[in-house]
């Protein structure tokens, strides 16, 4: 292995590391409604991200 030597300088050091992994989910949330009833349609698909306050319709 050849090991070059340079100055001392001041500056920024940028890391870039990659890895091969599996993601995992931090949080799961429920979905519940507070009336019974039949769902007869969805407008969504199950997965997908929606924001607070979004409508699923």
Same mark, same amino acid.
């Given at each position: 292995?050849?090991? !070059?030597? &340079?100055? $001392?300088?001041?500056?920024?050091? !940028?890391?870039?590391?990659?890895? +091969?992994? /599996?993601?995992?989910? &931090?949080?799961?949330?429920? +979905?519940? /409604?507070?009336?019974?009833? $039949? +769902?007869?349609?969805?407008?969504? /698909? !199950?997965? /997908?991200? +929606?924001? &607070?306050?979004?409508?699923?319709?």
């Amino acid at each position: 292995m050849l090991v !070059e030597v &340079a100055p $001392i300088a001041e500056g920024d050091a !940028e890391a870039l590391v990659e890895r +091969v992994g /599996t993601v995992r989910y &931090a949080r799961v949330s429920r +979905v519940a /409604t507070e009336v019974s009833g $039949i +769902v007869e349609e969805l407008f969504f /698909t !199950e997965g /997908t991200r +929606v924001k &607070a306050g979004q409508s699923m319709r």
